[in-house]
């Protein structure tokens, strides 16, 4: 595979989100290994800043703007009725699912299919299922591949609890199978979800796990006392913020008062002021953040996927505590991290490495070990995806 071309629906700057980091290092591996990688972005109309991409690909960049497209009217039949349903307090129990095909525009298909004959790609990489269509229109000799980010098959039910809105986007399994089944390569996030994978295609296609790769600060401890969260307005990141404001957080400050716990990103804007914390709101570097805090905090209790946060703050070498969910995709690498039993506990290892430096340090070490362990295994998992040939 000397090139490829990666279809997705994001913007990637700015790189406020675990999913723009992950396919800007999913770019730069590529590139490592000597692929030439072009960038569609299917645009949702809307007047976005794109000269930090152009930047980046130069005149490997195309845009298709979806909004010049017809719209699919199941999208606003389902969106009508869930709004409705949920008027009505019954988006919980009556579920509207969509299908695989929801949010694919009408047209796209052609478009890739004339820019990859163009262009002269070995590969066609979609984020996320929903652009799987595009594959039925590409000659065989192109190597179609599906990066999932995500299971998207009945990720309502991490929200069924009466403080959560559903997600915008979910599936049933047959249609996520209908979708991955168009692909000739499935990358998952995490071991969990290729071996579901395989599963539901019927180990009939190549899947592979390449999860996020980052490079590695030096190890190091920060001589204060702030504890920091970072995060986006996604709804699991505002719930795992109140959780720990309210169940943790008193606790931490009880045993130590002076502690100072930080809340950046534009998880913000859903956390209301308090004496309690400090709101940063959305940083222009996040390497910011972590060079002023003493422990970074995960404390997410729900999600699929693989938890870029948590890779993130390794990779910067900081010491991390979290929760089994917060560590999912890594949970055997206990050296690396705290995870933590319980809210009690999760209060007394954030206070133990506050004030503890060998603690702390013995953490970073272990951190940057890992994450060089671990990019070196996604680094080895690419090479095997780009020697693929048809």
């Known amino acids: ?77 389902c969106g009508y009725l869930r709004k409705t349903l949920k008027f009505l307090r019954l988006d919980k129990k009556i579920i509207i699912k969509y299908l695989a095909d929801d949010l694919y525009p009408a047209g796209l298909a052609e478009y890739v299919s004339a820019l990859a004959k163009k262009i002269h790609v070995d590969a066609v990489m979609c984020e996320y299922l929903f652009y799987s269509p595009i594959f039925l229109q590409l000659p065989d000799h192109v190597v179609k591949i599906i990066d999932t980010h995500d299971k998207m098959a009945d990720r309502h039910k991490l929200f069924l609890d009466p403080h959560s809105s559903l997600p915008f986007f979910y599936i049933s399994e047959k249609e996520e199978k209908r979708a991955l089944e168009r692909a000739d390569v499935i990358i998952a996030i995490q071991k969990e979800e290729e071996h579901y994978f395989r599963r539901l295609t019927n ?22 006392k702030n504890i920091s969260f970072l995060g986006s307005s996604y709804r699991m990141n505002v719930l795992a913020c109140e959780w720990f404001i309210q169940k943790i957080l008193p606790t931490i400050l ?14 913000c804007k859903e956390i209301p002021d308090s004496s309690r914390y400090k709101k940063l709101g959305v940083v222009a570097d996040v390497e910011e953040i972590y060079q002023i805090s003493r422990v970074i905090v995960n404390p997410t209790t729900q999600g699929t996927g693989l938890n870029i946060k948590t890779i993130e703050a390794l990779a910067y070498a900081k010491p991390l505590v979290t929760t089994p969910k917060g560590a999912r995709g890594i949970l055997a690498q206990k050296d690396a991290l705290i995870v933590a039993k319980n809210e009690q506990d999760f209060a007394k290892q954030v206070v133990e490495i506050v004030n503890n430096d060998e603690a702390a340090m013995r953490l970073s070490v272990e951190a940057v070990r890992f994450v060089a ?13 780009i020697s693929i040939e048809k």
């Open 1 to 77: 595979m000397k090139s490829i071309l990666i279809v997705s629906g994001i913007n990637l700057f700015p790189t406020i989100s675990g999913s723009k980091r992950r396919i800007l290092n999913l770019i730069n591996n590529f590139r490592t290994q000597g692929v030439e990688v072009s960038y569609l972005w299917v645009a949702p109309g809307s007047k976005e800043n794109i000269m930090p991409m152009k930047r980046l690909f130069g005149k490997g960049l195309f845009v298709y703007n979806q909004a010049k497209h017809k719209i699919n009217p199941r999208i606003l039949f």
């Open 203 to 224: 180990a009939q296609k190549r899947v592979f796990t390449i999860g996020d790769s980052i490079e590695t600060a030096e190890p190091y401890f920060v001589k204060n």
């Open 254 to 267: 009880r045993l130590d008062p002076e502690i100072q716990f930080l809340i950046a990103g534009t998880v």
């Open 373 to 385: 362990h671990y990019n070196q295994g996604n680094i080895n998992t690419l090479k095997e995806l």
